[in-house]
């Protein structure tokens, strides 16, 4: 079955730091991945998408880059700040079938940007 | 206009209620999306919409009925909940359904008693 992998564990950065994030998958191909920062009861907010055949993207502080041999991503926060602290969820995105394309989300790592 | 609202935004039911959530958008996105989200884990797919129709329910019991009235709504339907259908419930729109970035609401919050 699928299985997308983050890690668990918080991360725990001193500010100005690069923080860097991985997500692993098994038993799926996606099409494209995306990266989303949730705070505490709150929804998701997308930040980065890229596509199967794309191997980097950046945004500002934000790099992501796509390794389909790998399957892997890794996401990183560059001169990080304390209010880029908040959990941040890989989702790999793909068609079923026909039907329609679905997100899956991988179970999200917890950054804490220390002043 | 950016926002995808949700209402309401905390929601108290007991076992034989029914209740409805609801969800609006006016970005003109055409695909729209229902997740339910435990505590600590990630949010989960239940429903996909798209152009208004129903293109995916992700063997989401019957207890939970969606209904999208118009390009801009999104309803949930609840009756019969279990209390471990306590959850966030997160809505969410997009451009089309396939390679856009999906924009979610606040969610609501559900407890079931």
């Known amino acids: 079955s699928q299985k997308i992998e983050q890690n668990s564990e918080a991360l725990n950065i001193q500010e100005g730091k690069t923080a860097t994030l991985t997500c692993n998958y098994t038993?799926?191909?996606?099409?494209?991945l995306q990266w989303y920062r949730q705070d505490p009861g709150r929804g998701p907010v997308f930040l980065l998408l890229?596509?199967?055949?794309?191997k980097e993207k950046r945004k500002e502080r934000l790099k992501v880059t796509f390794d389909t041999t790998l399957k892997q991503s890794l996401f990183h926060i560059t001169a990080s700040q304390p209010a880029d602290s908040a959990t941040y969820l890989c989702?790999?995105?793909?068609?079923?079938?026909?039907?329609?394309?679905?997100?899956?989300f991988g179970g999200g790592t917890r950054v804490l940007v220390k002043p | 206009d950016t926002e995808v609202t949700q209402t309401p935004k905390h929601l108290v039911m007991g076992m034989t209620n029914k209740k409805s959530l609801k969800c609006e958008q006016h970005?003109?996105?055409?695909?729209m999306y229902w997740y339910k989200q435990k505590a600590k884990k990630p949010p989960e797919l239940m429903f996909v919409?798209?152009?208004?129709?129903?293109?995916i329910n992700e063997s989401v019991p019957s207890r939970f009925s969606p209904e999208c009235p118009n390009s801009s709504l999104l309803n949930l339907h609840l009756h019969a909940l279990q209390p471990e259908d306590s959850a966030l419930y997160l809505c969410?729109?997009?451009?089309?359904?396939?390679?856009?970035?999906?924009?979610f609401g606040p969610g609501t919050r559900l407890t079931v008693t």
């Open positions: 038993n799926y191909s996606p099409a494209y």
């Open positions: 989702a790999l995105g793909g068609l079923i079938k026909a039907a329609g394309n679905k997100l899956t």
């Open positions: 969410a729109s997009s451009q089309a359904n396939g390679r856009y970035e999906q924009y």
């Open positions: 970005m003109g996105h055409r695909a």
């Open positions: 919409y798209s152009y208004e129709k129903l293109s």
């Open positions: 890229i596509r199967e055949n794309e």
